[in-house]
């Protein structure tokens, strides 16, 4: 399990040459990670660029009574550090992460990353595709969080994460969303009727995609 071969499954390293992709191994290390641990907490500073090779991570904080706020996950193919500056070595961790599934994590020098790759605008781009994307996450969840009803905050989870929805038991996407499991089961039902989804065995499956976004769009969005 060289970091080699894991650099050359992650997509943002697409672009780079054979001996760039080495120069980056020369400064990675691959560490896996069993179900249900903990990868770092909020307000742990960290000096490795980290991205999620394979398994799936959970983003969550915690209220002053030590209830968990579910914020998002990160699939496999992700970066997974929070940036706020491109300039300095430490990264700033601003939300705890636990692994869902065992799961493989390629850590980058972020100091050597810099001297070797940003300094000399290269990956710059691609960094950047990757903070907009984390900033338009941000306001999905403002929007979920503070603005959707249970409505579009089903509907939004169901077209942007139908997988991940389909994985969970009932129970664990009601956490999630913070709504009540019985008004998950109406919110289903409700779109059912409409004929934007259908369920089968459990399964949802999605039937008139605008019909569903057309529930949480105009929403905050």
Same mark, same amino acid.
């Not at 700033?92 to 990353?113: P, R």
């Not at 389909?166 to 039902?189: A, C, D, G, W, Y």
């Given at each position: 399990m060289t970091p080699l071969n894991k650099i050359n499954n992650i997509s943002f390293f697409n672009t780079l040459t054979k001996q760039q992709k080495q120069q980056i191994a020369s400064i990675s290390i691959v560490t896996k990670y069993q179900k249900n641990t903990i990868l770092y907490y909020e307000s742990d500073t960290s000096k490795n660029l980290l991205f999620l090779v394979s398994g799936l991570l959970k983003i969550f904080k915690l209220d002053k009574f030590d209830n968990e706020i579910f914020l998002y996950h990160i699939h496999k193919n992700s970066m997974i550090s929070e940036l706020s500056?491109?300039? $300095?070595?430490?990264?700033?961790?601003?939300?705890? /992460? +636990?692994? !869902? +599934?065992?799961? !493989?994590? #390629?850590?980058?020098?972020?100091?050597?990353? $810099?001297?070797l790759f940003l300094s000399k605008n290269i990956l710059t781009i691609e960094l950047m595709e990757i903070l907009l994307d984390k900033t338009h996450q941000l306001q999905c969840i403002v929007n979920? @969080?503070? !603005?959707?009803? /249970?409505? /579009? %905050?089903? /509907?939004?989870? #169901? =077209?942007?994460? #139908? @997988?991940?929805?389909? %994985?969970?038991?009932? $129970?664990?996407? =009601?956490?999630?969303?913070?709504? $009540?499991?019985?008004?998950? =089961?109406? !919110?289903?039902?409700? #779109? =059912?009727?409409?004929?934007?989804? @259908?369920?089968e065995n459990s399964e949802v499956k999605i039937k008139d995609k605008n019909a569903l976004e057309y529930a949480f769009k105009g929403v905050g969005i």
């Open positions: 500056s491109i300039k $300095q070595n430490d990264i700033y961790c601003f939300s705890n /992460a +636990e692994f !869902v +599934e065992d799961s !493989v994590v #390629l850590s980058i020098n972020f100091e050597k990353f $810099q001297e979920r @969080e503070l !603005v959707f009803d /249970a409505t /579009a %905050k089903v /509907a939004f989870m #169901l =077209s942007n994460d #139908l @997988e991940m929805f389909n %994985k969970l038991k009932r $129970q664990e996407v =009601s956490f999630m969303l913070h709504i $009540q499991p019985e008004t998950l =089961s109406r !919110v289903l039902k409700k #779109l =059912s009727r409409n004929e934007s989804i @259908e369920i």
